[in-house]
């Protein structure tokens, strides 16, 4: 059981390693993201037309990452105890 728990709150980990350096990457550039999406995609996201902001902002708070990242490892963690039992049973 102590093997596949270990499996499950590692493979959690790197998701959550992932997701969150894919999270802080995409915050930190999202005044680029987005244009490069509109011009892609060739739609505008905000139009000035129906919205009263015309980007999209945003405030990276280190409190909400952390957060965030512990709460998807306590997740990914619970999510392993079910399987790993009844696999070893």
């Known amino acids: ?3 596949f728990i270990v499996q499950g709150a590692l493979i959690g980990a790197i998701g959550t390693l ?3 350096t894919g999270g802080i990457v995409l915050a930190l550039n999202i005044d680029v993201v987005v244009p ?3 011009r ?3 739609v505008q996201f905000l139009s000035r037309e129906v919205y009263y902001i015309t ?3 945003s405030d990276l708070q280190k409190s909400d ?7 998807s490892l306590a997740l990914a963690f619970f999510a392993t ?3 790993s ?3 070893a049973a």
Do not use: H, Q
């Open 1 to 3: 059981m102590k093997i």
């Open 85 to 87: 039992w009844r696999a």
């Open 81 to 83: 105890l079910y399987p």
């Open 40 to 42: 892609v995609l060739n």
């Open 18 to 20: 992932i997701g969150v």
């Open 55 to 57: 980007d999209l902002p």
């Open 65 to 71: 990452v952390v957060s965030i990242a512990l709460v």
């Open 36 to 38: 490069f999406l509109e």
